[in-house]
């Protein structure tokens, strides 16, 4: 599986604007690039996911390097709620069924400070 | 609509034992997915089940085994306990269209799995 490198850890001031970068240097044509978060005593849920062009959702955008090397996730006004650990992810082509694996490294755990 | 549940939310087993964690599945999702996340290893990849099938197996011990009902319901096994099971047992769906480009998957609260 293709890997992927995050900062360990980063701090915003809430309300500000915040920004995880990833590399993924060895991302192959076909993969996408997924982001979940795992807010504290809650499983991962899915945030946002891309191949090439910058994607745009109500929770955050997507800003993907021309290379496709690397990729960054952008919250736009950062809140309390939103202190979490946010996991970058390859995701190869799953047309074909039986492969839902998602490979999660050990992402950037965010703090918010108020 | 109700989200992916797992039960129980906690367990406490000794040494040897045997142990069946549950997941229902969001209503329509076909897929389930099962991780394993502790402090030391992170989420890591069990199993998944699509069609009451196993579609594909992370690198764990056979004492690791699942299931899935034609409900699209899971169950997951770990038989002969060992402290290093320790773990929070996550469980994920996705409803597998065919298109995973645009498929998410839903995770659960899991089960925080004690071995004493």
Request: charged share 15%.
């Amino acid at each position: 599986d293709a890997k992927t490198t995050q900062p360990n850890s980063m701090e915003s001031n809430e309300e500000e604007p915040v920004h995880l970068p990833c590399n993924h240097s060895t991302i192959s044509g076909t993969d996408y690039i997924h982001w979940y978060r795992q807010l504290p005593s809650q499983g991962p849920e899915y945030v946002i996911h891309g191949l090439t062009s910058n994607v745009n959702n109500r929770m955050a955008s997507l800003a993907i390097a021309e290379d496709r090397k690397s990729s960054t996730l952008i919250l736009h006004r950062a809140t309390l709620r939103d202190a979490a650990v946010y996991y970058c992810i390859l995701v190869g082509d799953l047309s074909n069924f039986g492969n839902e694996k998602l490979t999660f490294g050990t992402g950037t755990r965010l703090t918010i400070i108020p | 609509k109700a989200g992916v549940t797992q039960t129980p939310r906690y367990l406490i087993k000794t040494r040897g034992q045997q142990v069946t964690l549950s997941c229902s599945p969001i209503s329509g999702h076909r897929s389930v997915s099962w991780y394993q996340q502790t402090p030391g290893q992170g989420l890591q990849f069990l199993f998944e089940y699509f069609s009451e099938t196993q579609r594909n197996k992370g690198n764990f011990p056979g004492r690791f085994s699942g299931r899935q009902f034609s409900n699209s319901r899971s169950e997951m096994n770990v038989s002969t306990l060992e402290l290093g099971d320790s773990a929070l047992y996550l469980c994920a769906s996705s409803r597998k269209t065919g298109s995973y480009s645009t498929d998410t998957q839903y995770f659960g609260p899991g089960t925080r799995l004690t071995v004493l």
